[in-house]
């Protein structure tokens, strides 16, 4: 349901809207923008595209298995009713994954990075999960046993992913009739905010008519102001905890518990549920403070090092997916290791580790030794070529860093 052609080629639209929204913002004077936050959501983003070109998960092989298995007649594929059936069908579906990812721990484990995003802008769309494969494509399996082709489905599936972008914004305001039918960005900052009013509402893909049959619409109100996140705050700017904080928190409670139904309870209770035993202020759960947002103090050096990785990351992330063709299995999993382990050390950075600096410039002298003494990868890819410029403008820029802060530390201190 990922792999639609219409996502790879509305990516660079994304990036360019993204940049309309924060030069609109500046101008304004509200902008809705942060670097921590802003390279979390793209980088979790540019991550949650690995898992598609890698061919993780089982969706295709069930499609084909049921196609094959119970001989099903598909709908013609030139024909406009099957396009609009499948569309209505599959946002119909969307509704009700999304709600239940919001209701079962299990499910909610692989939906919640999209909803850790304190800031609610265009590149928060982008917070898309890297472990939805797992199980998401049962709740569409109807649609393939209706006879739905699997073309039509990809695209459906496509549009109805890109539609949900534009609604990720502050800066549009009531829409009128429009609201009663579709998801706007008003009815869908109402499903970010975790305001007691507002929690666990307006579940629609493209229509909000399914929340409204189903009783999960609620308004935004005038007099409540949406505060954005969840409830128990990731405090982290790491995409790859992002994507594992919840499942990590279950299996410590599954480890943890006395009680021995509990510990299978834990995995399909709902969100808020904990074993009795366990109902105590931790570190995992605490909430620190309702509306204060996570925002570590760091120097305007390292937001502009990170503002360069977003760059470097997001052509080589682009490289990677309009050359996949030319890319050895292998090599696609090497660049996707060293994605992740890029967007991780510039995570630390954000979040002030004292030890991320010198993490940074070791794992980035690593892969310059790699590069150019070990054949991980083919070094005539564009992408391979990429990675290398990237580990030398970090391993002149991070030296320089470090010898800054030697300096200031052995610098005689003047009376």
Avoid at 79 to 107: G, P
Avoid at 168 to 193: Q, Y
Avoid at 199 to 217: E, H, K, P, S
Avoid at 234 to 240: D, F, Q, T
């Amino acid at each position: 349901m990922d792999k639609s052609s219409i996502i790879t080629f509305a990516i660079p639209v994304f990036f360019l809207m993204i940049l309309l929204e924060l030069a609109y913002g500046f101008l304004i004077g509200k902008n809705t923008y942060r670097v921590n936050d802003t390279f979390t959501s793209i980088s979790i983003g540019l991550i949650s595209r690995l898992p598609v070109i890698l061919n993780l998960g089982f969706q295709g092989v069930i499609f084909v298995y049921f196609a094959k298995r119970y001989s099903i007649n598909l709908m013609p594929v030139n024909e406009l009713m099957t396009w609009v059936i499948a569309f209505i069908m599959y946002d119909f579906f969307y509704y009700w994954m999304h709600r239940l990812h919001h209701e079962y721990r299990v499910l909610w484990a692989t939906h919640v990075v999209h909803h850790h995003g304190e800031d609610y802008n265009l590149a928060t769309a982008l917070r898309q999960t890297s472990t939805g494969f797992l199980w998401k494509w049962i709740f569409f399996l109807p649609m393939i046993i209706v006879g739905v082709p699997g073309e039509v489905f990809v695209s459906v599936a496509g549009v109805n992913l890109v539609y949900q972008f534009w609604v990720h914004t502050r800066h549009v305001g009531h829409l009128g009739w429009i609201e009663k039918i579709f998801v706007t960005p008003m009815n869908h900052r109402v499903h970010h905010a975790k305001n007691k009013e507002y929690i666990d509402a307006n579940y629609g893909g493209v229509f909000i008519l399914w929340d409204r049959f189903f009783g999960t619409y609620i308004p935004e109100r005038s007099d409540i102001k949406p505060v954005y996140g969840t409830v128990s705050q990731l405090n982290s700017w790491n995409p790859l905890w992002a994507n594992f904080q919840v499942f990590y928190q279950m299996i410590q409670d599954t480890i943890n518990t006395k009680n021995m139904s509990d510990k299978f309870k834990i995995w399909y209770s709902r969100t808020n549920w904990r074993p009795i035993d366990l109902v105590h202020p931790s570190s995992e759960y605490q909430i620190t403070s309702f509306a204060k947002k996570y925002n570590p103090k760091i120097k305007s050096e390292v937001n502009y090092f990170t503002i360069l990785q977003l760059i470097m990351l997001t052509i080589a992330s682009s490289v990677i997916l309009f050359t996949l063709e030319l890319q050895d299995r292998s090599d696609t999993y090497v660049f996707a290791i060293i994605l992740v382990m890029q967007a991780t050390f510039t995570g630390m950075l954000l979040q002030g580790k004292s030890f991320s600096f010198k993490s940074f410039f070791v794992f980035s002298l690593f892969l310059l030794f790699s590069f150019s003494f070990i054949p991980i990868i083919d070094m005539n890819l564009l992408a391979s070529k990429v990675f290398l410029i990237q580990c030398i403008i970090n391993i002149l820029l991070i030296s320089v860093a470090l010898m800054k802060e030697i300096g200031l530390r052995t610098s005689p201190i003047n009376d």
